[in-house]
């Protein structure tokens, strides 16, 4: 992590690729469940959004990238809604497997409503269902080990200061080495 560049305004192409992953993941959630029932993906939505406010609210107030371009672009994001915090350490707490279970609640959604479709709609199921319940468990295994271990937290400057979530996933990365 030490030799790579690190970003003052990440490249825009690294902010669609970031949130190609995260979104993608939260329209396969949406549509899936819209196809159960409309109000579950109302209140999925609702839920992400939560989620969302969580991170601008409670990390990108603390971060370096506050008023910047971060690899999410939720930096310039933050400012709009919240005053910068400087009372509290961005990296004040550390972060294990069981801090990411809210954020895998949209793959969880997204999996049980392909399940739950597919099984409804038995021996007529649709391979477009099935690939969309699939697809936020390949961005889960797959996808964030790219977005976070290559693209985001190597050329973070918040990592160097101190970075939860970098170190998190960094570890994880050398890990495999």
Not at 55 to 76: A, E, F, I, P, S
Not at 137 to 148: E, Q, R, S, T
Not at 168 to 174: N, Y
Request: proline share 5%; charged share 20%; aromatic share 18%.
């Amino acid at each position: 992590m030490a030799n790579d560049k690190k970003f003052e305004s990440y490249p825009v192409w690294m902010m669609l690729v970031y949130y190609f992953a995260s979104f993608s993941v939260y329209a396969a959630g949406l549509y899936l469940t819209y196809m159960i029932l409309p109000l579950f993906s109302l209140l999925l939505f609702i839920y992400v959004a939560f989620l969302e406010i969580q991170v601008l609210r409670g990390g990108c107030v603390r971060c370096y990238y506050y008023d910047k371009r971060c690899v999410c672009g939720k930096g310039k994001l933050a400012k709009v809604f919240f005053k910068k915090d400087e009372k509290r350490k961005f990296n004040e707490n550390k972060l294990t497997a069981k801090n990411f279970i809210p954020t895998m609640l949209p793959t969880i959604i997204a999996l049980a409503a392909g399940a739950y479709l597919t099984y409804a709609s038995w021996p007529d199921f649709s391979l477009f269902v099935i690939g969309l319940a699939i697809w936020p468990l390949i961005i889960m295994f797959a996808g964030n080990p790219i977005v976070y271990g290559k693209i985001a937290c190597p050329h973070c400057k918040q990592g160097e200061l101190g970075c939860p979530a970098c170190e998190f996933f960094m570890k994880k990365q050398h890990e495999k080495k």
